[in-house]
Nanobody
């Protein structure tokens, strides 16, 4: 059973960089054909796919976030990290990490997802 756990601060100030790490257990992030993604859900809005990193380390980003987002990984710790720069209150959301198969996006759903963590952007 693959488990994912988001970790990071729950409060970030405007203009700063949001950084979250997803710790993965029960499976390796280098196992082929899987993508490790970040998704978020702002209050009262739908889920939004943010980006993904493949088992080979290739990254894929949402067009709307491309200028601010970065996803990296640490294979020795079996974890991957989201960084979102220049945040505004509109980036307030519950952030999830997830594993998907076959495609870096969530079009076909997710295999496993973390419980999510609320990040509030406020001064």
């Amino acid at each position: 059973q693959v488990q994912l756990q988001e970790s990071g601060p729950g409060l970030v100030k405007p203009s700063q960089t949001l950084s979250l790490t997803c710790i993965v257990s029960g499976g390796s992030i280098t196992t082929n054909t899987y993508y490790w993604t970040w998704i978020r859900q702002p209050p009262g809005k739908d889920l939004e796919w943010m980006g993904a990193i493949s088992s080979l380390g290739f990254t894929y980003y949402s067009t709307s976030l491309r200028s601010r987002i970065s996803i990296s990984r640490d294979t020795s710790k079996n974890q991957f990290t989201l960084r979102l720069s220049s945040v505004t209150p509109e980036d307030t959301a519950v952030y999830y990490c997830a594993r998907v198969s076959g495609s870096p996006t969530i079009t076909n759903g997710v295999d496993y997802r973390g419980k999510g963590t609320l990040v509030t952007v406020s001064s």
